[in-house]
């Protein structure tokens, strides 16, 4: 991050403002905000853009502040702002558009419509990396979600359960239950250009449930199951969890009605020296580590492989399962992970709360 100064470019040498030019472009296009590194260089808003502006319509060369006058840029400083608000802070439906995803052929046509000014799709491409955006996958969230609930429960609820484990010399543990299909499928391959390949696999369609358990020292459980995870079956996977357990165990899940179940509370009441059970916010899995290993799974284990029958895919799930088990540190990234936001969930406050607990 920049740090902030007082600048008055008035006062420079034109080789000075040059390089101020220059580096502030810089800036942008390593993935700072234009409005960022203008206030952290104090100088105006506008003018950031405008230097962006220059360098657009004639790259470095453009921002040489002994140079003057030449043709104007087709696009301004006042046109680059409203790009990079547009892309940054609205999304397409906004616009009228069918897609929740901006593309460059949208947004092309978004510039031609409020700006005048029609690009070509390469040339919107080449706009977007130029003001330091690029094309990433986005971060879905359920619109039911309070973003607002998600901060109180990262500064107040978990804080609190991490104090109480330290008093009571607990362990605290996520976790969550997944289902698995032997359909699903992920990854990339190689052929030849317009000749998408045919991978063979069995036309029947099956699956398998798991729960499974991950705590920040690197270590997991899990359990298979192949009819529905009801409270009998999360019942059976909170016995295995303290089963042999040489501390209490402070399990937070979502808020699922297995969870809540009068059999299940009846349970924890029972086993109270041994076992607690604490609820996410609602539809929060950026707050799970254990979400993480079924993104694991099913990338890097089942989306790749042709699964045959019912007997392989279970065989392979544990296979990789175990596999995991013999990898703490890969567990424990998990809890490193900025986990679908940069301020939110392992990348920050819990993250590190995490980490003073382990």
Known sequence: MLAFMKMDARKLTHDQLTELRMRAVGAVQAGESPEAVARAMGINRVTIYGWLSLYRSGGWGKLNARKRGGRRPKLDAKALKWIYRTV???????????????????LASSIAKHLGVRLSKASVCRLLVQMGLTAQRPLWRAYQQNPAAVRSWMEEPFPSIRAQAKRERAEIWFGDEAGVRSDAHSGTTWSPKGKPPIVSSAGARFGLNIISAVSRRGELRFMCVKGRVNSSVFIEFLKRMIHDAKRKVFLIVDGHPTHKAAVVTKFLEKFAFKIRLFLLPPYSPELNPDELVWNDLKNNCLGRKAI??????????ISFLRFLQKAPERIRSYFQTPHRSPR????GILAEACLRQA
Request: contains cysteine; charged residues 20%.
């Open 88 to 106: 940054t802070m609205k999304q397409p439906t906004q616009f009228k558009f069918p897609f929740a995803l901006w593309t460059s052929k949208m």
């Open 308 to 317: 045959g029958c019912a007997e392989q895919l279970e065989a392979e799930v």
């Open 344 to 347: 939110q969930a392992f990348g």
